[in-house]
């Protein structure tokens, strides 16, 4: 398997942009998961999704973010508008869950760097 | 809610240094535990696991045991080398309800010298 596929794997933008980071997640796998990591925040969970449907997404800092799973192997995570405090990267992961007797460890994609000008 | 801590980094250790990272844990339950490891420029990967008490991940050299009773699962390894150089990530995950909730340390950064 490929692995989680993420792009692009550099965005830079202007504030007040769109802008779309997507992820394919490993197949078979039943949970995905957005994260962004910052050297101040560290790694924080955005949202994560089971089956396609969103199970928690507390961790979305404001309305500007919006994540979708429209199917099992493709998933967006928007930011309207962006602004310069979004800058970051985003790293998508996916996880088989304990379906089977899996212990639900994840595997990350290479990540987007995100900058926000 | 659940939360896992580990020690401040960055870790700086001469090569074939002993290491430990440690890392605790507050979660109900019975949950995973689990080491990553994040090189630069890259995502995180898993290096090992334990999915019950007194259960010893190893991999690569690294080792971890689940200790339940001091809610711990530190981090270690006999003799680093350079390319050990990274940041390392201790996390848990717990099952609630039908789905499942990780929780990830800040990470605690490692560097080699030779």
């Known amino acids: 398997d490929a692995g989680v596929i993420q792009s692009p794997r550099h965005e830079v933008t202007e504030m007040g942009q769109e802008v779309t980071l997507r992820c394919k997640p490993i197949s078979g796998h039943d949970y995905l998961f957005w994260y962004r990591q910052t050297m101040m925040r560290g790694l924080e969970l955005l949202i994560y999704f089971n089956n396609n449907v969103p199970i928690d997404d507390s961790g979305m800092p404001e309305d500007r973010f919006s994540a979708k799973m429209p199917n099992a192997s493709f998933s967006t995570l928007k930011i309207q508008p962006s602004e310069p405090r979004d800058s970051a990267v985003y790293f998508c992961?996916?996880?088989?869950?304990?379906?089977?007797?899996?212990?639900?460890?994840?595997?990350f994609g290479p990540g987007t760097r995100l900058t926000v000008t | 809610g659940d939360s896992v801590t580990q020690m401040e980094g960055p870790v700086t250790l001469s090569e074939e240094a002993f290491l430990t990272i440690n890392c605790t844990y507050t979660?109900?339950?019975?949950?995973?535990l689990f080491w990553y490891v994040q090189y630069p420029g890259e995502g995180l990967q898993l290096l090992l696991k334990a999915t019950k008490a007194d259960d010893k991940g190893s991999n690569k050299g690294f080792e971890a045991t689940y200790r339940k009773e001091t809610t711990s699962f530190h981090l270690e390894k006999g003799s680093v080398q350079v390319s050990d150089s990274a940041v390392y990530f201790c996390a848990l995950s717990r099952r609630k309800g039908g789905s499942y909730i990780p929780t990830f340390g800040r990470g605690t950064s490692l560097i080699v010298h030779p």
């Open positions: 979660a109900t339950g019975y949950p995973s």
């Open positions: 992961a996916s996880s088989p869950g304990l379906a089977g007797g899996s212990s639900s460890e994840q595997y």
